[in-house]
């Protein structure tokens, strides 16, 4: 009977099953093992004489009994079913022969038989002591699988298999339990060579799987040796096919997990023996050592032997030989040191397939083809091995490495490959955006996390890769660059303009209240939700400030480290009001930058490199406090009051530069900050007690100045402070002029904080003598461009400073106005007039079209890895010379000289005269020209709208001075048409923050009679003229369109009214904007703008007016029409036809589709509106104007409109209201029938044939009136068969009638007649088809009149009555194609052709 050995997962149940089985069969055990019995009375008697010959050692100091247990324990055991318990046995005899007290264990000690074994004398040495153990001289015959045991562990056992292996002459060296690993090797002897297979190629020395473990010492090696011998003449009297039988056999019946076990066992022995025979003799012939292979399958034996070829193989490819005397060497295993080979060859590619792109550890951008030397470290990863360089996800894997330096090294060559990108250094090497690429794998979370390492140099990797994708290259320069521009201290925050829902319709909130506040939806948003709009927001929501904090407060970290997170906490200032408040108010932040960076006394420092920032001035930590300041008067505030930045402003002001002890470069530019910062203060009216503390300072710098300036060549750093301390004088004198803001509803919250200045006009009157020297000494280098550019912003913040030194001094009542019109006049004659006649001045001029970003859109397109959640300005590299911004830019300085001139201009109208020839510059004219010009505006972004704004003040100002020149010429100059075109451009142009500019434009140079010169020079007569030539008529004089204008040029300050109305910006925006340009201090809240979305109007705001009308309309329940709608409707018609007449540069932007659809807005918001005389003079002369041949071909109603979802939409709300209001109106009709041409969409056709049938009852218009040529409806041929069968069932039953609309009639009848007629070979069988079954019901038609016209037209002729031509008989081609029709048709039909 077969047993079957216990399986993995059976239980307890199971074994005590099989156990009573085996039991009741009655079988012999397998195996018998003889041990020698160490318990009483349990020896067998075959055992008992082998006890008489050891020695019996008898413990007679431990008790005989085992000691009683009280209480006895519960008995919870219970009997086996297979071994039921004896009922005449007596317990306690039981448990004492069971007994395993110590007293049973240790009665009795029997030695171990060592009489064979062979004694081994200590080897004689010539030291006194053993050698030291030296781990270079270990012994290379170890045992391979020592695993972790000690050194000394390993060289003792190795000894002891020498020993085992090196038997004393004529001895048995028995070996019951060998040492794990050790395999004796002895020479084969003449039994062992004869036990050889037949063909010798398998040896069998010895068995490996019966060893004799467990048997006496004696019998052991003969009962094994026996075994062995009957295995082998067993196999020898076999055939090799019988014997692979028996193998499968075995292998059939053994568990696959035992074969296993078997397997790896003989492969162990046999590699010991290997080793250990190999390491016998060192100096003498190798004895060969005999291998017994187990029986197994020759598939087996082959998989065995290729593998040991993949052992070996790879050790001949290794460049160096690896020793076991080298650390962890012991083992060696190959498989781990296939990166030590040689690279395999680099392929090149041969197709235009993408490849993953690959970095160096610079960040650069690698070939694919590039072969580059492996001592550089680029070839460290798995994929693509013969590549040099990393991939970005082999980066990502190495920030997660457990080195601290692989984490800070990935992190760096990650910051290094953002840094190219935004540079613009890969351009189109790359498909698709690298820095969109990591954000979207979550890069940012990645920097983090990498901030919460505990390793200092991982937190310095973060802090500049942080800083390098937020911080782009060359936006601060910008900026701090322009900072003394006109009006350069205010920027666009650095956000998306992307805003949520929730934002919207938040125009009249406060930014203050607006910062304040946070959106339950916003606040439960998590961090990446947040990131992937905003990063800076997804950043602020991963508690980043208190991580940064904690930075520089507990770890203090070294000088590159704190700028870098100075620089990210500037660029998270100036992302937006609420995130500088957000700054401001983490805990410490704001305390420790102030304390470690900004301190009042502070070791010198020398010229070279510091260890540490800490207790030492920054200047990056004073610009931070300058660009929070400028998000808020309210952070302003707060930073002089409890931070006490007051003291820090004194310490860095009252001393020169050059006595900072500091670096000379560090000592300039912190000097620089700090008047910057305390100009932004006193930009909201604050500090102005610091004015009357530092006074002996300013004057005594003001008085350096002109010495300053002659030094050649002169030094950027030196400029750029000098140009903020006179930005800072021009902000201490506007604060002189400024009074107490008014008490408004809306605006006592805003200015709860604001303090009143303490500047009086006495203690800035005495600049002005002080800063000319300065403008007159920069005047000089005009004629020298290279030292020009070099000066800066230094000239013109000298004329922003007298600008605003005028405007305060004319402000004063107290002052006699004679003195400040004296002083002006002397400016004039000493500065202004020889400026002007300057030739150089000319070339400023002539250069504004090459620096302007209007006139050169491309210059302004986005950075090739601008992303929307991450906004910059995209300046790497630095801008061109010229640009707006470059060292070459005309604009900084001729902006400053148009300030001053309307300054004084508006003060002293008499100097109007003197210097209107500015407005005459030929290069000021071409620059206009240009920006009139139709052409691509450029893309929005914010580079551009940075650099927009700056263009647009120079154009207002342009306007503004040409606005107060008109009225005292006596003539209309010819370039007043060229500045209003430049107006009505410029007002749908202006940017956000521009509100104070484009309400002065409306209220100055649009609707002034003065910018329209074509009124009084003939342009009405032109009109009537032009149209008398294109219409062929003269029309009633009333409706003619030079009456109309007349009429709007007399109505100008009711269209203006009417603008006003409708196209002002919102109130709170306008009176912010306008503190800001008018110079009132004490209003100002920000500096920050508006986020520049769009601009302030549409390009369509002349029609406005009437859209707000149309949807007023759609918006009332009622449907009563809104008040003064018929004003309304007559303004902005009025307007239009003016600038369709005399300015159509104006509406270029707007395209005809478009205005026909506004158009359309006169007859949807009011069922009598158009019904009004005025109107529809009106609306017929802009409908003329849009018939026009040159203008209809570009009227195109199937591309997207602005402001229109649809137009099939609107024109079937048209058709709607034409057949509900309309009682057959020959302008609503023409309206009407304009969409029908046949190449616009067959879904206007469709809609009125399909689903307005009823309008053709009204639709009356005669031939003669419609507005373009009947050849528009009818070429080509209709090829829609729906619409052709809709047609043909109106004449069919009646509802299109020619004396009902004769129009549509002649059209319907042409198509009709070209498609029964048609004989095209490639039409489908459908068409064909129904072309037969019309033309066969139009030969049975019983309206002979109809029949006629559809099989007798033949040409479109409007000057008939029927509306086109007949045939008096038809042409031969079609009578033949007649004829095929079925005889019982042609005999009902009766048609005489």
């Not at 457990?402 to 498909?431: T, Y």
């Not at 342009?1019 to 009333?1038: C, T, V």
């Amino acid at each position: 009977m077969m047993l079957s050995r216990p399986k993995p997962g059976e239980s307890e149940v199971d074994l005590l099953r099989f156990q009573s089985q085996f039991l009741k069969a009655g079988a012999a055990p397998a195996v018998q093992l003889v041990k020698g019995s160490r318990r009483r009375g349990d020896a067998h008697p075959e055992q008992l004489p082998l006890r008489d010959h050891r020695d019996v050692v008898t413990l007679d100091n431990l008790p005989d009994l085992p000691p009683s247990l009280v209480p006895a324990p519960a008995k919870r055991a219970r009997a086996s079913p297979g071994h039921p318990l004896p009922q005449d046995e007596d317990p306690e005899e039981r448990l004492s022969r069971h007994d395993q007290h110590i007293t049973a264990v240790l009665s009795k000690i029997i030695e171990r038989d060592t009489s064979s074994v062979a004694v081994t004398l200590p080897v004689p040495s010539g030291v006194a002591f053993p050698p030291v153990f030296h781990r270079s001289q270990e012994r290379q015959g170890k045992s391979a699988a020592s695993g972790k045991r000690s050194i000394f562990a390993q060289e003792i056992a190795a000894r002891r298999v020498t020993e085992n292996r090196v038997p004393a002459a004529g001895e048995v060296v028995p070996s019951l339990d060998p040492p794990e690993g050790a395999v004796p090797s002895e020479p084969p002897s003449s039994r062992d060579k004869g036990s050889q297979f037949l063909g010798g190629s398998h040896d069998f020395h010895r068995s490996n799987l019966v060893t004799g473990k467990g048997l006496r010492s004696q019998a052991a090696e003969q009962e094994v040796q026996t075994i062995h011998e009957e295995n082998v003449a067993r196999l020898q009297a076999m055939d090799p096919e019988e014997i692979l039988k028996e193998q499968q056999q075995l292998l059939a019946q053994l568990d696959p997990s035992l074969v296993a076990f078997l397997r790896s066992h003989g492969n162990a022995l046999e590699q010991a023996g290997t080793k250990a025979t190999k390491e016998q003799s060192p100096g003498s012939p190798t004895v060969p050592v005999t291998k017994e292979e187990p029986i197994v399958s020759t598939s087996a034996s082959e998989s065995r032997k290729e593998d040991k070829l993949e052992l070996r193989a790879p050790a001949l490819k290794l460049p160096m030989t690896p020793h076991k005397e080298w650390l962890h060497m012991d083992t060696v295993e190959l498989e781990k040191l296939h990166w030590t080979q040689d690279l395999p060859p680099l392929r090149r590619q041969q197709t235009q397939e993408r490849m993953q792109a690959r970095f160096s550890l610079q960040g650069e951008l690698l070939a694919p083809d590039v072969d580059l030397p492996t001592h550089l470290g680029l070839h460290h990863h798995g994929e693509e091995a013969e590549r040099a360089g990393y991939s970005l996800q082999e980066l990502f894997h190495l920030t997660r490495s457990q080195v601290s330096q692989q984490r800070a090294l990935a992190l760096h060559v990650l910051s290094q490959i953002i840094g190219r990108a935004q540079a613009g250094e890969f351009g189109d090497r790359l498909v698709g955006s690298i820095l969109r690429l990591l954000l979207d794998a979550g890069f940012l979370f990645l920097l983090r996390f990498s901030l919460d390492d505990r390793v200092d140099g991982v937190i310095a990797a973060a802090v500049r890769a942080l800083r390098t994708l937020l911080v782009a290259p060359g936006d601060e320069e910008l900026l701090d660059s322009t900072f003394s521009w006109y009006h350069g201290a205010s920027a666009f925050p650095l956000m998306p303009s992307q805003e949520d829902k929730e934002d919207e319709g938040e125009e009249e909130e406060p930014t203050t209240e607006k910062a304040k506040k946070k959106t339950p939806e916003e606040e439960s948003r998590p961090p990446p939700d947040l990131a992937r709009h905003d990063v800076i927001k997804g950043l602020l929501a991963t508690n980043l400030l208190p991580r940064l904090r904690y930075v520089l407060e507990v770890t203090c970290p070294g000088p590159s480290v704190v700028l870098d997170i100075l620089a990210v906490l500037t660029r998270v200032a100036r992302h937006s009001l609420e995130s500088a408040m957000r700054v401001l108010e983490c805990p410490r932040l704001i305390d420790t930058i102030v304390q470690e960076f900004l301190p009042t006394s502070w070791s010198p420092m020398g010229v070279g490199p510091t260890s540490s920032l800490y207790k030492v001035p920054c200047a990056a930590a004073m610009k931070l406090l300058r660009v929070l300041a400028s998000a808020g008067r309210n952070i302003a505030a707060r930073l002089l009051s409890s931070l006490d930045v007051r003291s820090r402003l004194c310490r860095f002001v009252a001393e020169a530069p050059q006595e900072l002890a500091l670096p000379p470069e560090e000592a300039e530019t912190l000097s620089t900050e700090a008047l910057r910062l305390w100009a932004v203060v006193a930009s909201y009216g604050q500090g102005g007690d610091l004015y009357r503390e530092l006074y002996p300072v300013l004057m005594r710098a003001l008085q350096t100045l002109p010495t300053e300036l002659s030094t050649h060549p002169p030094r950027p750093l030196s400029m750029q402070r000098m140009a903020s301390l006179l930005t800072l004088l021009t902000q201490l004198t506007l604060a002189a002029s400024s009074t107490h803001p008014e008490s408004t509803s809306g605006s006592a919250e805003a200015y709860v904080s604001a303090i009143p200045s303490s500047i009086t006009w006495t203690q800035v009157s005495g600049l002005q003598p002080l800063v000319e020297p300065c403008l007159k000494q920069a005047l000089k280098f005009l004629p020298r461009p290279d030292v020009w550019n070099a000066l800066g912003p230094v000239p013109s913040a000298c004329l922003l400073f007298l600008s605003a030194y005028y405007q305060a001094w004319s402000q004063q009542v107290s002052l006699c106005p004679e003195d400040w019109l004296q002083d002006m006049e002397r400016l004039l004659d000493e500065f202004l007039l020889p400026l002007l006649n300057q030739a150089s001045l000319g070339h400023l001029w002539d250069s504004l079209r090459h620096c302007s970003a209007l006139c050169n859109p491309l210059s302004c397109a986005p950075a090739p890895e601008a992303l929307p959640s991450l906004v910059s300005l995209g300046c790497a590299g630095g801008c061109p010379p010229l640009s707006v911004a470059g060292s070459a830019s005309p604009f900084p300085f001729l902006t400053a000289l148009l300030s001053l001139l309307n300054t004084l201009v508006r003060i002293h109208r008499g100097l109007c005269g003197q210097l209107a020839a500015v407005l005459a510059t030929p290069g000021l004219q071409n620059y206009f020209l240009q920006c009139v010009a139709p052409g691509p505006a450029p893309q929005l972004t914010p580079f551009s709208a940075w650099a927009l704004r700056h263009e647009y003040h120079l154009q207002y100002l342009v306007l503004s001075l040409a606005q107060k020149v008109a009225p005292l010429q006596p003539e209309p100059a010819a370039r007043t048409a060229l500045h209003h075109a430049m107006a009505l451009a410029l007002l749908s142009r202006l940017l956000p923050g521009s509100e104070y500019l484009a309400q002065e434009l409306l209220l100055s140079c649009v609707f002034r009679l003065e910018f329209l010169p074509e009124n009084a020079s003939g342009g009405p007569e032109a009109a009537d003229f032009s149209d008398g030539l294109s219409l062929g008529n003269s029309g009633d004089p009333q409706c003619r369109r030079g009456a109309l204008l007349v009429q709007a040029c007399q109505d100008l300050p009711s269209i203006r009214s009417c603008y006003l109305a409708h196209c002002s910006p919102a109130r709170a925006s306008l009176l912010t904007s306008q503190a800001l340009y008018r110079g009132e201090l004490l209003r100002v809240s920000s500096l920050l703008l508006p986020v520049p979305k769009e601009p302030l109007l549409p390009t369509d705001w002349p029609f406005q007016p009437l859209i707000r009308l149309y949807h007023q309309a759609s918006d009332t329940p009622s449907g009563l029409p809104a008040a003064d709608s018929v004003g309304i409707a007559m303004r902005v018609l009025q307007w239009v036809l003016v600038l369709e007449s005399w300015r159509p540069e104006a509406l270029w932007a707007v395209p005809p589709a478009a205005r026909l659809a506004r158009l359309m807005c006169v007859f949807l918001a009011d069922s009598e509106l158009f019904r009004e005389t005025p109107v529809q003079h009106l609306v017929a002369a802009l409908l003329a104007r849009l018939c026009q041949p040159q203008v209809l071909p570009s009227l195109n109603l199937d591309c997207p409109l602005p402001g229109l979802t649809s137009f099939p939409d609107l024109y079937a709300s048209f058709l709607d209201h034409f057949e509900a209001v309309s009682f057959g109106d020959h302008l609503f009709g023409a309206l009407v029938l304009l969409p029908l041409q046949r190449r616009f969409s067959v879904t206007l056709r469709l809609a009125l044939f399909g689903e307005h049938v009823g309008v053709l009852r009204a639709l009356g218009l005669p031939l003669t009136q419609l507005p373009v040529p009947l050849e528009c409806y009818t070429e080509p041929a209709e090829d829609s068969l729906a619409l052709l069968q809709l047609y043909f069932r109106a004449l069919v039953t009646g509802a299109l009638r020619p004396h009902w609309c004769p129009v549509l009639y002649t059209v319907v009848v042409a198509h009709i007649n070209s498609f029964i007629f048609s004989q095209d070979p490639k039409s489908s069988d459908e068409l064909k088809a129904a072309r037969r079954s019309m033309l066969q019901k139009t030969w049975l038609l019983a309206d002979e009149g109809l029949r006629q016209h559809l099989l007798r037209y033949k040409l479109p002729n409007s000057s008939l009555p029927e509306g086109f031509e007949l045939y008096s008989q038809l042409p031969r081609l079609r009578q033949q194609y007649l004829q095929t029709l079925p005889t019982e048709v042609l005999q009902n039909g009766g048609f005489k052709t």
